[in-house]
């Protein structure tokens, strides 16, 4: 007979996620660095009762809002490179929708997180309870279904024992290469506590590994003749060159081919930016040594990118119409991308055997020296721009500069959004893979802090800076509380130019006027006059506003020695950013306007359009 055990569907939930192991490095370690929650009248009962059973196994963290715990679980998984990952547990309501946009975050980046909002009473005999949103028309909608387009597996528990067959699917989820992203179990709040007979097998240790597709042969066989037939190859490095760890393969293939490499945001950090054929970044925001070689390629061989438009620029960076793209990539639905010669495979495992295919072929010289003398050349604007400084108001770049030069490319440069990605990909020296953190598959303003938080979780060790604006700044800043309260260390480097300026750029490029973007040029009784150091040291953080780039040396050198979160402060000039290299994005502009800057923005709109390629 099955031998069963007595158990509520919360505390067979908790116990089996605490069974769930992995291996790394030869190291047997749970898969789930532990459990986030929020608690509300929602999970406490249940869910929380059952996380203080398992709380040695499993540990629980408290976080001051949804959205950026789930940030926080979301950055653990993508510095594990997705070997490990957290859960997130939230009330109904508003707890529960304060995960929705993380949970979109985590479906656009591809990155694994369990998110376990409560849910109504499936029983409705409370009905309506607080916080439940009713529906006219369909009695089985709740807020959660909100969840269903940005979840990679959805489900609602309605019944105790439906969670086995649930969490067996998340499971295959979470750790699939391939589909892999969030997982959203809503859990019915009185479901949670019902109990029910559940066998015990199903609690038993079970070791989770990574699956590394090898390619088809015949897709193999294609991208080989591709790439043998090349004169100007270009390998693009997107995220999921990172998480397949594949940075060794990557090396050996490009070295002996002699092909030059360029990285996404995803994928910057896939060679240490010293490498010589590293370009670094590709696209709107990369380097003009990645963009001219982009610009001629006629074999690109994609890698774990899901060519979004910065990386292709709107598509009309690639300018070469007899170019073949193959798409090296462990998801189908990335691998055929614009007509892409597909190349299904994990990515070390494509790399390794089209190296191997490859053997002897080498790119002809002219080309590979190409790229080494646009690299030079490339560096060199970047020395410019990137230089000390005495201007009182110091560009984004500038502070790069200083922030490099005081912490070297040794420590983990996270970032989401505003003018720093744009800057951080040009102009980051990255070191080792991984090392440049960017979130810039959803650009979400305040991931950067609790971003920051769950990959120190992950990687307790090592330096974590943070680089963020004003206005990603104020729109969610709470876990520096939390990073203070678990003794994690983060250095966060704040850029005060008084408002949205790299929209405020955009508007600009786009014949707009000046409006509703720097906190001058928006509606106000009173200009606002924010003491971030005062704000940051109200939550519990070392804080400090520094007056100079030398300043912000100085400081930074003491912040590495602080074992608190530490926030520095910089006025920076919100006008300025780095002209040398980058290449077109499409952004539309009206049509028709009583402006005549919007007018001509059209018509230079109109006239750039013309270099988008669909389909060739
Ligand atoms: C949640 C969210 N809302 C809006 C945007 C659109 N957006 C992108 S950057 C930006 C301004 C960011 O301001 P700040 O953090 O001060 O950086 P700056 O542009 O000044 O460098 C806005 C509003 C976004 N990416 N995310
Ligand atoms: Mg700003």
């Not at 106000?524 to 040396?553: C, N, Q, T, Y």
Request: net charge neutral; proline share 5%.
């Amino acid at each position: 007979m099955t031998k069963t055990i007595r158990l509520t569907m919360a505390q067979a939930l908790t116990r089996f996620l605490a069974r769930q192991m992995t291996e790394i490095d030869g190291r047997k370690v749970p898969i789930f660095g532990g459990v986030w929650a929020i608690f509300g009248h929602g999970n406490v009962a249940g869910i929380g009762e059952a996380l203080y059973q398992v709380r040695d196994e499993l540990p629980t963290f408290r976080a001051h809002n949804e959205q950026a715990m789930a940030h926080a679980a979301i950055a653990y998984a993508k510095a594990n490179f997705r070997r490990r990952f957290m859960a997130a547990t939230s009330s109904i309501g508003p707890g529960a929708l304060n995960m929705v946009t993380a949970a979109a975050l985590a479906h656009v980046n591809r990155l694994p997180a369990l998110f376990l909002p409560g849910d109504v009473f499936a029983n409705r005999i409370p009905d309506p309870v607080l916080q439940q949103a009713e529906d006219f028309s369909d009695g089985t909608a709740t807020v959660n279904d909100c969840f269903r387009p940005v979840s990679r597996y959805f489900d609602r528990i309605t019944r105790p024992e439906q969670i086995i067959p649930a969490l067996n699917r998340a499971m295959q989820v979470l750790t699939d290469p391939a589909e892999c992203g969030p997982v959203t179990l809503a859990l019915c709040q009185d479901v949670q506590a019902e109990a029910y007979d559940y066998p015990e097998s199903f609690f038993a240790e079970r070791v989770w590994h990574q699956r590394r597709p090898r390619p088809d042969r015949k897709e193999l066989a294609a991208a080989v003749a591709a790439l043998k037939g090349a004169r100007k190859p270009l390998v693009i490095a997107g995220g999921g060159m990172l998480y397949s760890q594949a940075s060794g393969e990557l090396a050996k293939l490009v070295q002996g081919a002699g092909i030059p490499v360029c990285e996404t945001q995803g994928g910057k950090s896939s060679l240490p930016d010293d490498h010589p054929l590293n370009m670094a970044a590709v696209g709107v925001t990369g380097t003009s040594a990645a963009n001219r070689l982009a610009e001629e390629a006629d074999v690109v061989l994609a890698v774990g990118t899901r060519l979004q438009d910065f990386t292709t620029g709107s598509w009309a960076l690639f300018k070469n119409s007899g170019k073949t793209i193959i798409g090296l990539n462990v998801q189908p639905f990335d691998a055929g991308k614009h007509q892409a010669l597909p190349l299904v495979a994990d990515a070390a495992e494509g790399l390794a055997e089209l190296g191997a295919a490859l053997e002897g072929w080498k790119a002809p010289t002219a080309w590979t020296d190409n790229a080494a003398r646009g690299k030079k050349d490339w560096q060199a604007e970047a020395g410019k721009v990137t230089a000390s400084t005495n201007a009182a108001y110091p560009s984004d770049a500038q502070v790069i500069g200083a922030v490099q030069r005081a912490m070297g490319s040794g420590v983990i440069l996270l970032h989401a959004a505003g003018g720093l990605p744009g800057e951080l990909h040009k102009l980051w020296q990255a070191g080792a893979p991984g090392s440049y953190h960017a979130e810039y598959g959803f650009s979400t303003m305040g991931y950067e802090i609790a971003g920051g938080l769950g990959v120190k979780m992950a990687k307790p060790d090592e330096e974590v800076v943070v680089m963020i604006g004003d206005g990603s700044y104020l729109m969610l800043n709470s876990e520096i509380a939390t990073s203070v309260m678990l003794g994690l260390k983060l250095t966060i480097v704040l850029l005060d130019n008084s408002g949205y300026g790299c929209i405020n750029r955009l508007q600009m490029a786009t014949g707009g006027a000046n409006f509703n973007n720097l906190l001058k040029d928006a509606h106000h009784e009173v200009m606002p006059d924010i003491d971030f150091a005062a704000h940051a040291a109200s939550l519990g953080a070392i804080a400090e506003k520094v007056s100079s780039i030398a300043g912000l040396e100085t400081a930074l050198a003491q912040a590495k020695k602080n074992a608190r979160t530490t926030v520095l402060v910089i006025d920076t000039d919100p006008l300025v950013s780095t002209e040398a290299g980058g290449s077109w994005w499409d952004v539309a502009v009206p049509e028709v306007s009583v402006r005549p800057q919007v007018n001509a923005a059209r018509k230079a709109y109109d006239e750039k359009r013309q270099m988008q390629k669909i389909g060739d």
